[in-house]
């Protein structure tokens, strides 16, 4: 199927940014849109995984697409047909356990296509190959998928900033748990004037992982995030509020499509101008996730996530007397003995165990979620078994 894009111009004044906690009333402001007229899945994204994972779909007469931009319970999804847009069934809804659950941009769906123009209705959400998640506020330890089956997760720091270290290293934790590969990203390179000590810094806490410093203002380095995207790969771009994801992102389509905004002077901190994610097809045949910022990436991962984002500190611990060494107070520990003799910083330690301590806890919450769940489903099933007995009993008597 030929492969066209036809950009038109849905809105030509820039409107002005919603407050960030009015921000979920507002329906994503979308000054121009891509309109896909037909689409190659593969040019998608669409690869052998998915195709396992759609089969018993494809036998029901449903077919795929993939989620670009999710507004409370509406999507706008790409397929073979084009542009999509569509909810999720009430069945769907009912069996769904938790956000989670929910399509999220980048996922693969399988929709029933809709009929004369109608919309579509979106059956099923395929296995996610990865997906970066955060844990949501709120009493339940909910997940949400900030970006689902992305390739490559672009971690954006702003240099305009004093480099926060501990942050990256949080981010990487959550990345490695994602299943995407990680690239740390310091952008505003114009701002600074002496970047070498900082990539030093930054490679010291992030072993084997790309650090690229780049300026979205210059276009410096830009080509080496454009690299990382080849035809059908999926990036998303992740940070907080303000570090430049959006520019970023226009920089990589070739146009100022995107709205972005001055920082807060004070604190050089953003305004939280993007306020919905999605994903978008960059002229190179590459596909980006550009999300609003975060203020706080709240843990969402596991131990294995943790030792695979502290490398350095998992090569001690196989130095340790005992196998199940916590590094805390343990004789023998080699992981202490690298604190006292200089081997290892003592920042990066405490920031290991403070997402050691995080993780658990989240462990802890989650097992706490299932026991409820469990003991609300025997009392269903006990009520349901004391009424039927109520009932059998009556009609004996
Ligand atoms: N000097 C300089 N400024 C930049 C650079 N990149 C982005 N900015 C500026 O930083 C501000 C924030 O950029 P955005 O792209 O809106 O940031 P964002 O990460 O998308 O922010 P949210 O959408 O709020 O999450 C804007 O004023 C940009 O012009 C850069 O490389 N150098
Ligand atoms: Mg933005
Ligand atoms: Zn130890």
């Not at 919603?18 to 849109?33: G, S």
């Not at 847009?85 to 929910?102: I, L, M, R, S």
């Not at 706490?368 to 003991?375: A, F, V, Y």
Request: charge should be negative; aromatic fraction near 8%.
């Amino acid at each position: 199927m030929p492969y066209s894009v036809v950009t038109v111009v849905a809105c030509n004044s820039l409107p002005q940014a919603p407050p960030p906690h009015l921000a979920e009333h507002f329906l994503p402001v979308i000054p121009f849109r891509t309109i896909l007229v037909a689409m190659n899945l593969n040019d998608l994204g669409w690869i052998p995984f998915f195709e396992a994972y759609f089969a018993p779909h494809r036998e029901q007469g449903f077919i795929p697409a993939r989620v670009a931009i999710q507004y409370r319970d509406k999507y706008v999804m790409y397929g073979e047909g084009g542009e999509y847009q569509g909810q999720v069934t009430g069945k769907f809804e009912y069996n769904a356990k938790g956000p989670e659950d929910f399509p999220a941009v980048g996922d693969w769906v399988a929709i029933s296509p809709p009929v004369g123009g109608g919309t579509a209705v979106i059956q099923a959400v395929l296995e996610r190959r990865t997906k970066f998640s955060r844990k949501v506020a709120g009493v339940k330890t909910n997940e949400q998928v900030v970006a689902a089956n992305a390739d490559v997760v672009f971690l954006v720091s702003g240099l305009d900033d004093e480099i926060n270290l501990r942050r990256i290293e949080r981010y990487l934790t959550v990345a490695y748990d994602s299943g995407a590969r990680p690239v740390v990203v310091l952008n505003k390179l114009d701002l600074c004037s002496d970047i070498a000590p900082i990539l030093a810094e930054v490679e010291a806490i992030a072993p084997g992982v790309d650090v690229l410093a780049v300026s979205a203002r210059t276009q410096e380095g830009i080509d080496r995030i454009a690299a990382c995207l080849d035809k059908g790969i999926t990036g998303a771009l992740l940070g907080s509020s303000g570090v430049g994801k959006t520019s970023i992102a226009n920089d990589l389509i070739g146009e100022e499509r995107y709205m972005t905004q001055d920082v807060r002077e004070n604190d050089s901190h953003g305004r939280h101008t993007t306020t919905h994610r999605e994903l978008v097809i960059l002229p190179t045949g590459g596909l980006l996730i550009d999300t609003p910022g975060m203020r706080e990436i709240q843990m969402w991962g596991d131990a294995q996530s943790l030792q695979a984002s502290f490398e350095d500190i998992a090569a001690l611990a196989a130095g340790c007397k005992f196998r199940d060494c916590r590094h805390d107070a343990e004789p023998g520990c080699n992981v202490k003995s690298a604190l006292e003799d200089g081997r290892l910083a003592p920042d990066r330690y405490d920031s290991y165990k403070k997402l050691e301590r995080e993780i658990a806890y989240l462990a802890r919450r989650q097992d706490q979620n299932l026991q409820r769940q469990e003991n609300e489903k025997w009392k269903k099933l006990t009520a349901e078994h004391k009424r039927s007995f109520k009932y059998r009993n009556r009609d004996k008597l």
